[in-house]
Every structure is written in structure tokens, then in C-alpha cells.
């Protein structure tokens, strides 16, 4: 049986480098630890520095009694940490840097299966990248939402209620002294945004792609069913060795078509299709952007979550939950799509119940009928962009009005509150060099914050354009992820303020309304690109040498696909 093990390339056998492997790994292990028993890395994302996944040690050591009941060894493996709040330029930027770093080092050393523990934005999707292309058996804890904190009496969502707190302010209906008492109410207790912002968003799609024990994902971070769950995943991948069941096996386009169908159900946020496409790219699964608005725009919203709706992630957890959402639209599922469990997502949701129809509603009473997001294409997005009509005005949906642009972020916030800029609420905001390349990392800074004339007069939303992406727990009428982006020679790059620019959310079309020839004959001005980066080394110069657009999933051109687990040579 050992010599079926991965782990017995390293451990079989009597040989010196046999005995250097073995002997450096004793430390209190019992003597049968090399003999066939599934040796398991819990590849750790906890770090103070990102605060939402700091509980992740405790969760760990759930994994590991799991583990070790199941006769396996489990072995911890700090890998690369993402705290979206903290890194800058974005926590995007480094995403593939995270994937890269953490599927060498699964590969390189002697593991058989992987519990990954993610939580932040990123760091789920970087896990399952790199899960995917070293492609050993793999599932994902994540680590939850915080609960629900409340400020004056009233409930208060991770990065929603800040956008709407600062408009407020600048609106001039909230002080500043206000708006920095509620910033000790906003984070309640461990765990990642409550909203259905990334965090949330690609934990239930994990799940509903078939790599986390189903039930599991939007358990609330301090809830003790996290721990129970935890436990039952180091069982699991032990499971998981001993079948072969690895993630190429699990997630299929089918999974695929699952989680499109759940992304829209709950009304998650727009960067899981960057995520999706890059995973799919790993994988060798065909995934469009097309298949996005394709699979997933006729179906109904049923989850009322900030930042498009009300309630919060404790909330949906208590209502019953993914499952409870995903038993509503089990007709749309791919009942052949399996989980890590080796059954069907579909058999999984037997016995799933609504127990609060405010939060989760059912089939024939939808918040919306229709909830995906929707592709857009024209002469401004040849390959694509994205908007999500669920956060977005009705009423801008089908939209004409005259550019205003900016060339970068900096050119954005020194002249958008300028009292002379000459914007009215019918002006399209255009905001470009944020896309993959020209940041570098692609920010969220498409739902730019509103000129402040405009707001005092009580407007409180416009259509803004974008290379860049937008957090998930915004909202707005913002087209984003335009591609390609200005900094790869797309279009958005050649938009001039007072060019007419039209926007039909239900014929799927954005338009520069200027002539071909007259477009052909136009050149970036030099603002426009002396705001692209240029950096000279390092991670962020192999990243704007080798990044993909967004309509592919802004993953590295030679980081797509899958190298397997295989290591070519010895280490002595
Ligand atoms: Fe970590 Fe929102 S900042 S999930
Ligand atoms: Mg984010």
C-alpha cells in the first residue's frame, strides 16, 4: 500500500535519501507514520496581516484531529496570505503570485492530499488555482463570515455600509466624527466580510463547484458547527487519498454550470468570473465569458444580501443556507456534477428548507427574476464587459450620455469633486489604465465614488465604465472589467471626454458612438499612458509581461493549464 502513496517517493525504502526524509520529519510522529498512511498538508492562509483569515490556526487543528482519526498525518504549510484591505497596489495583483507559490510548493514536497483553508478575497481562488494544476487530492475549508455588527441600532455590512457611509459624508449628511465611531462596529468578530461580497461568494461557489464538504460553506467564523465541519474535512481527504478523487475529477464543466447558476442565485459578486475563468484555465474546462450571461442570466435572485439587498451572511446561514437556495433552482443544476464527497451536489440538498423566507425566497417569489450578470460587447469591449444588473439602477440600464474621463485613479480623485468639472448626472464616468496590465492588478476601483456637486444635488447613481473591477460588496451601475484594457490597446483608451457612449444592458451592447475612421485615426494621448505601470523588476514585472486579459481570467500565460504532481528529481 505505501508504495501507492506519493508520499512513499520520498519515505519507501531503506536507502540514505529514504532515511534523510524520514528522519528529519520524526519529531514525535509514531514509528508507522511512513507506511502507507496518507500524509495531508492544511495549506494555512492565517496571518495577522490578514485579518480575516487570523483564525484559521484554530480551524487547523480541527483538520488535524480529523486527519489523524482517519489515520492519516496531517502536516500544516503557512502559504501565501492575502489581506484584501491591506496589500496594495490590490490583493489581485498577487492572486497568481499565491496560486504559483503555493501549487510548487504542493508539489515539491511530499504530501498525498490538501486541506486548503482560504477565507479572503483571494485567497480561496488562489488555493483552488493551484489545487487544480498540481491536481492532488484537495478540498477547501473556508473559514466564514463574521457576525453581524450593528452601529445606532441597525446592522452594519463590511464594505457596503462604507461606501454609503462616505457618500453620506460627502453628501454632507453624516460627520466625519460619525463616520469614524461606526468603524469599531463594523467588524464584530473573526472571520471575512458578512456581505455577499468575494470572501462569501467564492466560499458558496467552492462549494457548489464540489470542493468543500457540502453545508459547510457561510458557516459564521465562530459558529462551533465550523469546527465539526472542519474535523469532517480532515476525515474527508484522508477519504480522498485512498479514492484517487483529485480535483480534475470533481470539477467539470458541469461544476462549472453550477456554480454560474449559484453566483446568480445569491447574487455574488462580479470578480468570481475573473476567478471561475482562471480556475476553468487550469483545469483545461472551456469556459467563456459568454457562457456567464448565458447559463446564468434567466436565473431568479433568491438571496436578499447586501450589497444589492438586505440581510447579511449570518443570516443566510440561519435561513438555510446554500443549500436551502440552491434546492429552489435544483432544475437548472447539472444533476452529474459531483462533490469531493464522490456524490452529486444535487443528492446533497435532500431534506434542504427556507427557514426564513425574508432571506432566502422561493422559486415563484424572486427578488428578481432574472439576476445573472450580463456580457456586454461593442466598438468600447471587443472581447467583453461586465455589469450586474442587480446592483445597478433599472432606470440606467438603457442609458446615453457623454464621457467624462480619466486617465488613472490619481487623475480621478484630483479632479472629481473639482467644482468647474463639467459633468452632469447624465455624464458617463470613464475610468481607465486600472485593467490586469496598466495598475498593475486589476483594482476595484470601477464604482468610482460620485462628483460631489452631483451628490449634494441628490444624485446617487451614474454609469461608469471601467477597465478595473469592482468590490463585491459595491454596488452602482458600473461596467467593468472592460477588455481589452486600455493599457493592452483597447479602445477605452482612445474615449475622449464629451464622446456620446451608449449603453443597452438589455440588447447587451456598449457603444463609443465615433465614427470607425475617425476612431482608427485616434492615438492614446500621453497622460493616458504615462499612467500604465512600467515596473522594472520583480513579481510586478513578470505579471504585466505575462498576465491575460480579464476575459480569460487575468491568470498568467504560462500558469495556465496543469503541470500534475509529479517532481522530476531527487533533492540529493
Ligand atoms: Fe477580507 Fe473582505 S476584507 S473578506
Ligand atoms: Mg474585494
Known amino acids: 500500500m505505501a508504495a501507492e502513496l506519493r508520499s512513499a517517493q520520498w519515505y519507501g525504502g531503506t536507502d540514505r535519501n529514504a532515511y534523510i526524509h524520514r528522519a528529519w520529519m520524526r519529531r514525535g510522529l509514531p514509528h508507522d507514520a511512513f507506511s502507507g498512511r496518507p500524509h495531508i498538508a492544511i495549506a494555512n492562509t492565517a496571518s495577522d496581516l490578514t485579518p480575516c483569515n487570523a483564525h484559521l490556526g484554530e480551524v ?3 483538520v488535524r484531529d480529523g486527519v489523524h482519526e482517519a489515520g492519516g498525518i496531517p502536516l500544516e504549510l503557512p502559504v501565501v496570505s492575502l489581506g484584501e484591505t491591506q496589500v496594495r497596489p490590490t490583493a489581485m ?4 503570485m499565491a496560486a504559483m507559490a503555493a501549487e510548487e510548493m504542493f508539489r515539491a514536497n511530499p504530501v498525498d492530499g490538501l486541506v486548503l483553508l482560504g477565507g479572503c478575497d483571494k485567497t480561496i481562488p488562489a488555493l483552488l488555482m493551484a489545487a487544480a494544476s498540481v491536481d492532488l487530492p484537495a478540498l477547501v475549508v473556508p473559514g466564514g463570515p463574521m457576525l453581524t455588527g450593528t452601529f445606532r441600532g441597525a446592522p452594519l455590512g463590511c464594505g457596503t455600509d462604507v461606501w454609503r457611509l462616505s457618500e453620506e459624508v460627502r453628501a454632507g449628511e453624516m460627520s466625519e466624527q460619525e463616520f469614524t465611531r461606526s468603524e469599531s462596529s463594523m467588524i464584530r468578530s473573526r472571520g471575512h466580510c458578512n456581505t455577499m461580497g468575494t470572501a462569501s461568494t467564492m466560499a458558496v461557489l467552492a462549494e457548489a463547484l464540489g470542493m468543500v464538504l457540502p453545508g459547510l460553506a457561510g458557516t459564521p467564523a465562530p459558529d462551533s458547527r465550523l469546527l465539526e465541519s472542519a474535523h469532517e474535512s480532515g476525515r474527508l481527504a484522508v477519504e480522498l487519498v485512498h479514492e484517487g478523487r483529485t480535483p480534475s475529477h470533481v470539477v467539470t464543466a458541469a461544476s462549472f454550470r453550477n456554480a454560474i447558476v449559484a453566483l446568480a442565485a445569491t447574487g455574488g ?3 468570481a468570473v475573473v476567478h471561475l475563468l482562471a480556475l476553468a484555465g487550469r483545469l483545461g474546462v472551456e469556459l467563456s465569458l459568454d457562457d456567464f450571461d448565458r447559463v446564468g442570466a434567466d436565473v431568479p435572485l433568491l438571496v436578499d444580501l447586501l450589497p444589492a439587498g438586505r440581510f447579511l451572511m449570518d443570516d443566510l446561514y440561519r ?5 436551502a437556495v440552491l434546492d429552489q433552482v435544483r432544475d437548472l443544476l447539472d444533476p452529474a456534477a459531483r462533490t469531493v464527497t464522490g456524490r452529486p451536489l444535487v443528492d446533497h440538498l435532500d431534506g434542504a428548507r427556507i427557514w426564513d423566507p425574508e432571506v432566502i425566497r422561493t ?7 432574472a439576476a445573472g450578470i450580463a456580457v456586454l ?4 469591449a471587443p472581447s467583453g464587459a461586465l455589469i450586474k444588473p442587480a446592483a445597478a439602477s433599472p432606470e440606467l440600464l438603457r442609458h446615453r450620455g457623454r464621457a467624462v474621463v480619466f486617465d488613472s485613479i490619481e487623475d480621478f480623485h484630483a479632479r472629481i469633486d473639482a467644482p468647474d468639472l463639467d459633468v452632469d448626472a447624465d455624464s458617463v464616468l470613464v475610468l481607465r489604465g486600472c485593467g490586469p496590465r496598466g ?3 486589476m483594482p476595484e476601483v470601477s464604482n468610482m465614488p460620485l462628483p460631489r456637486k452631483l451628490l449634494e444635488r441628490g444624485v446617487r447613481d451614474m454609469v461608469r465604465i471601467c477597465d478595473g473591477r469592482m468590490s463585491g460588496t459595491a454596488y452602482g451601475t458600473v461596467v467593468l472589467h472592460v477588455a481589452p484594457e486600455a493599457a493592452a490597446g483597447g479602445p ?3 474615449v475622449q471626454n464629451g464622446d456620446w457612449i451608449s449603453l443597452d444592458v438589455e440588447g447587451r451592447g456598449l457603444t463609443l458612438e465615433v465614427p470607425d475612421a475617425e476612431l482608427a485615426a485616434r492615438t492614446p494621448n500621453e497622460a493616458t499612458v504615462a499612467g500604465y505601470a512600467a515596473p522594472r523588476r520583480g513579481w510586478e514585472r513578470l505579471y504585466v509581461d505575462h498576465v491575460l486579459q480579464a476575459d480569460t481570467g487575468a491568470d498568467l500565460d504560462f500558469l495556465v493549464g496543469s503541470s500534475g504532481s509529479e517532481v522530476s528529481r531527487e533533492s540529493h
Do not use: H, I
Open 439 to 441: 495598475y498593475p492588478g
Open 93 to 96: 495583483l498577487w492572486r497568481n
Open 60 to 62: 487547523a487543528r480541527s
Open 492 to 494: 477605452l483608451a482612445l
Open 319 to 323: 435561513a438555510g443556507g446554500l443549500a
Open 377 to 380: 460587447r461593442g466598438n468600447l
Open 269 to 271: 459578486s462580479t470578480n
Open 363 to 369: 422559486r415563484d417569489a424572486p427578488l428578481q427574476p
